[in-house]
């Protein structure tokens, strides 16, 4: 399977735990994002990267978020001292750039915080 | 006020029905303007871009008005494989983030 793929699907963590998701992009991609979507709403954008410089952060990702890619190829997000409120679905997404923007969305990691 | 507007629904629509989806974006710098299908608990995935001419794919037209800041979705003879939620999507720059609208659901049934 060569589209973007997340890791873990699941994860169910107690509130102020610390907890870290990755995403493997479509190789050829420079662009990776990260959108935030809960039950009923559109995903929400969090954060982008171009290779491995974070070009953009939404002002939803308080300092208890912080997103990796370190060599421009996969990504990690990291949540500490999750609460409930963090529970949604985490989405990857990557897009080559200059495209007309078609953005490939992984299966997500469906986070619960008990 | 939300960025990117749409009619949540649900619409339940039998077979063969024409059904028509809107959405309303509040930012007129937006550039870039598309419909993405979600399928219950996968992740989104482009339907079509939205060009300022209109545009047409199948049964599937879409429709832009820049002076109204609309977006539109018609989808016609319906199948019961359109069941799906429809999200209505701007971007503001080439590459960029994408703004979601949150998601008009449409079920068809037999």
């Known amino acids: 399977d060569t589209g973007v793929s997340q890791d873990p699907r699941h994860k169910i963590t107690k509130r102020g735990q610390n907890v870290t998701f990755r995403c493997d992009p479509i190789s050829e991609h420079n662009r990776l994002y990260w959108y935030r979507q809960t039950l009923g709403q559109g995903p929400e954008f969090l954060t982008y990267f171009q290779n491995e410089a974070q070009l953009e952060k939404s002002r939803l990702l308080s300092d208890r978020f912080s997103a990796e890619r370190p060599k421009g190829s996969f990504s990690t997000l990291e949540i500490q001292r999750t609460e409930q409120g963090d529970s949604a679905m985490y989405l990857c997404?990557?897009?080559?750039?200059?495209?007309?923007?078609?953005?490939?969305f992984g299966p997500g990691t469906r986070l619960t915080v008990l | 006020r939300k960025e990117v507007e749409q009619d949540p629904g649900p619409f339940n629509v039998p077979e063969g029905a024409t059904v028509a989806f809107n959405c309303t974006y509040s930012?007129?710098?937006?550039?870039?303007f598309f419909w993405y299908r979600q399928d219950c608990r996968k992740e989104p995935k482009l339907l079509m871009s939205?060009?300022?001419s209109g545009n047409e794919d199948g049964r599937f037209t879409a429709q832009l008005n820049r002076a109204s800041q609309y977006i539109s979705l018609l989808i016609r003879d319906s199948k019961l494989s359109d069941s799906a939620t429809y999200l209505c999507?701007?971007?503001?720059?080439?590459?960029?983030?994408?703004?979601f609208g949150q998601g008009t659901e449409l079920s068809v049934k037999p």
């Open positions: 930012n007129s710098a937006s550039q870039s």
């Open positions: 939205v060009y300022s």
């Open positions: 997404a990557s897009s080559l750039q200059g495209d007309i923007n078609e953005q490939f």
């Open positions: 999507v701007v971007t503001y720059n080439q590459g960029g983030k994408l703004i």
